[in-house]
């Protein structure tokens, strides 16, 4: 199976900071890369599919990129709501997996 | 309006089995590719497997540590997505998500949610 790696696990931020958060794969994977934002006892939210692509919903102030084994997802002017854990996920053949984790925390 | 709503849940001693149920709205499930996902207590998502729509050919995908074991399947005339469990570990207890990915490759409906948990 195809491992994703994020880093890192958790961070500590302030409202209106910028946030990256970066995930690595195992192998090359070309774009198929999604990320999801988990709020405290919610179900996950796509946020970014495709690598970049923005979901239907979602504020622009999120945008993801890479491709192959490096990819990134970024929070510019971090709000109150985006404190949150976030997945990034690899759907590159059959077998699909998430990253761990990062956990956006208040500092 | 597209809905997901598990239901099945429960409390298994080991060695037994579950059967979860997802009952779908807003589309059709035969029409999509539909997957679990499960979180145990305090971790991370862990993906379970996918069945792919009819048009895709209605194959599933098995994640390692539940081949063999946890079996996908779907009923039509009920627009209900299935999660067979057998032979449930300790390590299986977890929330259960049922999941759809329509028109993207990614999962961009989720339900709310059936807790399982495997204790003697």
């Known amino acids: 199976d195809i491992q994703m790696t994020q880093s890192p696990s958790s961070l500590s931020a302030s409202v209106g900071d910028r946030v990256t958060i970066t995930c690595r794969a195992s192998?090359?994977?070309?774009?198929?890369l999604n990320w999801y934002q988990q709020r405290s006892g919610k179900a996950p939210r796509l946020l970014i599919f495709?690598?970049?692509n923005l979901q239907s919903g979602v504020p622009s102030r999120f945008s993801g990129g890479g491709s192959e084994t490096d990819f990134s997802l970024t929070i510019t002017r971090l709000q109150p709501e985006d404190f949150a854990t976030y997945f990034c996920?690899?759907?590159?053949?059959?077998?699909?997996?998430f990253g761990q984790g990062t956990k956006v925390e208040v500092k | 309006e597209v809905q997901l709503v598990e239901s099945g849940g429960g409390l298994v001693k080991p060695g037994g089995s579950l059967r979860l149920s997802c009952a779908a709205s807003?589309?059709?499930?035969?029409?999509?590719?539909m997957a679990w996902v499960r979180q145990p207590p305090g971790k991370g998502l862990e993906w379970l497997g996918r069945?792919?729509?009819?048009?895709?050919?209605?194959?599933?995908d098995d994640a390692a540590p539940v081949k063999g074991r946890f079996i996908i399947s779907r009923d039509a005339s009920k627009n209900t997505l299935y999660l067979q469990m057998n032979s449930l570990k300790i390590e299986d207890t977890a929330l259960y998500y049922c999941?759809?990915?329509?028109?993207?490759?990614?999962?961009?409906?989720w339900g709310q949610g059936t807790q399982v948990t495997v204790s003697s």
């Open positions: 999941a759809t990915m329509l028109h993207i490759r990614g999962v961009n409906y």
């Open positions: 807003g589309f059709t499930v035969s029409d999509a590719s």
């Open positions: 069945i792919r729509s009819e048009a895709e050919g209605g194959t599933t």
């Open positions: 192998q090359r994977i070309g774009t198929y």
């Open positions: 495709a690598a970049s």
């Open positions: 996920q690899q759907t590159y053949g059959d077998s699909w997996t």
